[in-house]
């Protein structure tokens, strides 16, 4: 059963990692522009989105409340960088290059704390679940006594004449079945 808290902090967090989801990271780039300032940044919006979008496919059902307001506020903080950096226009501003550096550079370096805080969110997600994989130790067996048995039937079959390896081969085929 939930709590009000619980719901509520779901639902900021359900907002914050839909709208950030909308964003793409050409767009905050402005790479429709000819002269943009913010094309240095791609790959650091593109970490970014990526780290919110794996926490968005994530179980988050376990996650207690405090921390998911912890998430969302951090969520929060990184749609209202982008926000600006989504709005960000030349006019009034005495180093428009320098101003994009920072929003950049604010980007950049909130990545590692807040990756710090959602790794433990991210280990473990939903749509896939651990496939623990077993070695296949038994087929390999069967097809080494196999082999072993059917040397065996040719070299008895040899010796003991060739009346018995057509039962033999016989025997060999039936069992592998």
């Known amino acids: 059963m939930t709590t009000p808290s619980e719901r509520e902090a779901h639902q900021r967090l359900s907002v914050c990692l839909a709208r950030l989801a909308a964003f793409t990271p050409a767009d905050l780039a402005h790479m429709d522009r000819k002269r943009s300032n913010f094309r240095k940044g791609l790959p650091h919006f ?7 979008r794996q926490v968005a496919h994530s179980n988050l059902r376990d996650v207690p409340p405090d921390y998911l307001n912890v998430v969302a506020d951090d969520a929060e903080k990184t749609l209202a960088q982008f926000r600006e950096i989504l709005s960000f226009t030349d006019e009034g501003v005495e180093d428009p290059k320098e101003a994009s550096t920072a929003m950049i550079s604010a980007v950049r370096d909130a990545y590692e704390p807040i990756y710090e805080k959602l790794s433990p969110i991210i280990k473990a997600p939903v749509n896939e679940p651990e496939v623990v994989r077993k070695p296949k130790r038994g087929f390999a067996l069967a097809i ?5 048995v059917l040397a065996a039937a040719i070299v008895g079959s040899h010796f003991a004449g060739y009346h018995y390896a057509p039962y033999l081969a016989d025997k060999m085929v039936s069992a592998l079945r």
């Not at 593109?46 to 919110?52: C, G, K, M, P, V």
């Not at 080494?144 to 072993?148: D, H, L, N, R």
């Open 46 to 52: 593109e970490r970014t989105l990526s780290l919110f």
């Open 144 to 148: 080494g006594v196999a082999i072993v």
